[in-house]
């Protein structure tokens, strides 16, 4: 369990096949960096969100590291939640998440790439599990259409 304030999000809600993932620290560091990136859009602001959540806490777990890092990231999301983004050096397929609304990004990332529950995902986003899975199926209706491949005819 990670605390923080006066309330508590349990690493319980990642994926068990993600907590073997990350089994290590270097791949719980590389995971946080990378889920901050997607949220945030900017290497720099994904890298001081990874070491605040490495000072956030003494002894950090791996699963623990990543919910740190969300937090910090999406803290700072609100900064600067229409960018300019940082995201030339990702994929095609990812740079297309910044197309979506900062929230739908978010959910998108936290729920579907980073895997975690939809309990622990609202309470990071501040909003309600019924919020959090319409942003979740908005952004999936919204990417469909961007990941498609264009339909091409067939030669015989």
Same mark, same amino acid.
């Given at each position: 369990?990670?605390? #923080? ?9 990642? #994926? =068990? !096949?993600?907590?073997?993932? %990350? ?6 560091? !590389? %995971? ?10 900017? $290497?720099?602001?994904? &890298? ?22 969300? #937090?910090?990231?999406? #803290? *700072?999301?609100? =900064? ?14 990812? *740079? *297309?998440?910044? %197309?979506?609304? +900062? ?14 529950? +939809?309990?622990?995902?609202?309470? /990071?986003? !501040? ?5 959090? &899975? ?5 952004? /999936?209706?919204?990417? $469909? ?12």
């Amino acid at each position: 369990m990670v605390k #923080r304030g006066a309330g508590c999000v349990s690493t319980a809600g990642l #994926r =068990k !096949d993600l907590l073997v993932a %990350m089994d290590t620290m270097p791949s719980a560091l !590389d %995971m946080a960096f990378r889920t901050a990136l997607l949220l945030t859009g900017d $290497t720099t602001t994904a &890298e001081a969100a990874v070491t605040r959540a490495i000072d956030a806490r003494e002894a950090l777990s791996p699963g623990g590291l990543l919910i740190e890092a969300v #937090r910090s990231a999406v #803290r *700072r999301r609100t =900064k600067s939640s229409d960018g300019p983004y940082d995201v030339d050096g990702l994929p095609a397929e990812l *740079r *297309r998440l910044f %197309m979506l609304q +900062p929230l739908l990004r978010h959910c998108f990332v936290l729920r579907i790439l980073a895997g975690l529950s +939809p309990k622990v995902c609202a309470e /990071l986003l !501040d909003i309600s599990v019924t919020a959090l &899975e319409d942003a979740v199926y908005a952004a /999936l209706t919204e990417l $469909t259409p961007l990941l498609s491949p264009k339909t091409q005819p067939i030669r015989y």
